[in-house]
């Protein structure tokens, strides 16, 4: 329903964008939210509500959560009428939380986990599922984790099942019978006969860290921060996938990219497909092509050779802007560049997306580097069905124009993040 820009709080069209903007979270915004008319509220001022309601949200989610831990640090022992607070979480401090809210006892495990610490890990969950059929796969990896327990595995129960779980799904387990899942559950660092190769993922890292030159974490697009060890073990396997490279310079910018069929020594042929992509600095390239570390030489050789060639290579991308696809080589280069889908907000991981034309081809769009980027199907939707404007001022800069009057910029990320280097003068506590 579309109504007259009015007032709101009694204040003039305009007036309580900027009022609500300067008060900080607390009593006085959650009153001034709360004298709100929604039915009175203009296009142009609906999203200054709806960023104030969510900070107010945030403070209180903070304050939420900051109980929880608390009530999972008090001292079991302690008499009621004490305060008896402890270091750690108790092991039963999640089920006060669950009784006293209603909550299964997972989600009180998982909110208090997440109120103390996040830990890097990810879920996967699903939804609509039969609930027969829910319940008979949940069975099967039950009796499979405890199947191994008993014979002679190490872990705790929730961990093989954790294990089972994701064996079942990324194809580890395709071909084993019970007995041969088993046997690889008790012996994960060695083959199994029978067993297939899992299913490779994208993974970008840094060449340094594959070198040891340092432990900085490796990425899984769209899901986050792997640990550099895992990061070593993951690309180990991945001899199969498309290895990508990326070269940056001082910043950690983008100054080109592209394949190399080089692999090192070591690196196995275990997963099925995949992607890697190496990140490295044009100075550590340059110390490294003239010193190349055992086993990497010809995939340094091969990256510093591309580097060399960059100037003349860019220049092939542009030129056939009358294509009505783009040429591997741009497709590929302009993934590299944008990281991720170019919508505000999205993670995906541009292997994923669509090359999408800022200026439609069917309107005369060249296929240049200006005016594609990497798109998911929803954000693309945005463009062409939801009423959104897009531009792109130069290449890899996009500027989204919404219904409701917001404006907002995106640009890839530094394919190398700086990061902080430990403080050697830390007290000692």
């Given amino acids: 329903m579309s109504v007259p820009a009015g007032s709101v709080l009694g204040m003039a069209n305009g007036q309580v964008t ?25 296009n142009g001022e609906i999203i200054a509500v709806l960023q104030a309601r969510s900070r107010q949200r945030a403070h209180n989610d903070a304050r939420f959560l900051a109980v929880v831990a608390e009530v999972g640090r008090r001292d079991p022992c302690a008499r009621l009428d004490e305060v008896g607070q402890l270091g750690e979480p108790t092991r039963y401090g999640a089920d006060e939380t669950r009784l006293a809210l209603a909550w299964t006892r997972r989600a009180a495990e998982a909110e208090h986990d997440f109120a103390e610490n996040p830990d890097g890990t990810a879920v996967i969950t699903a ?33 093989i099942r954790a294990d089972v779980f994701l064996g079942l799904l990324n194809g580890r387990f395709d ?15 060695t083959d199994t006969d029978g067993a297939a190769a899992p299913t490779g993922v994208e993974v970008r890292v840094e060449l340094a860290t594959l070198l040891d030159l340092n432990d900085h974490p490796g990425e899984i697009p769209g899901w986050g921060p792997l640990h550099a060890h895992l990061t070593r073990q993951l690309v180990a396997r991945q001899r199969r996938a498309e290895w990508r490279f990326a070269i940056t310079n001082h910043t950690g910018h983008l100054i080109c990219g592209g394949i190399t069929r080089h692999r090192p020594a070591g690196i196995q042929g275990g997963a099925d497909g995949g992607v890697v992509e190496l990140h490295i600095p044009a100075t550590l390239l340059a110390k490294l092509a003239a010193n190349p570390p055992p086993g990497w030489a010809a995939v340094i050789s091969d990256l510093a050779r591309q580097y060399a060639a960059w100037p003349e290579t860019k220049q092939h991308l542009d030129q056939r802007p009358g294509r009505r696809l783009p040429t591997v ?26 090359y999408d034309y800022t200026h439609d081809y069917r309107y005369g769009g060249p296929t240049i580097q200006i005016n594609g980027g990497n798109v998911c199907n929803h954000d693309h939707d945005l463009k062409t069905k939801g009423g959104w404007r897009l531009e792109q001022p130069e290449p890899g800069t996009f500027t989204w124009h919404t219904p409701l009057g917001q404006t907002h910029t995106t640009q890839g990320e530094p394919v190398i993040t700086p990061l902080p280097e430990p403080d050697d003068d830390l007290p000692p506590f």
């Fill in 18 to 42: 900027t009022g609500l903007a300067e008060l900080a979270p607390g009593p006085e915004l959650a009153a001034a939210l709360d004298g709100i008319d929604l039915s009175t509220v203009s």
């Fill in 329 to 354: 080589g741009l497709r590929r280069h302009t993934q590299i560049r944008d990281r991720t889908c170019r919508g505000p907000g999205c993670r995906l991981s541009t292997t994923k997306t669509e």
């Fill in 127 to 159: 939804d609509g599922l039969p609930p027969d059929e829910a319940a008979a796969a949940c069975e099967r990896i039950d009796r499979l984790a405890r199947a191994a327990k008993r014979a002679g595995h190490p872990g705790k129960l929730d961990q």
């Fill in 175 to 189: 071909n084993l019978d019970r007995d041969q899942i088993i046997t690889h559950l008790l012996h994960s660092d």
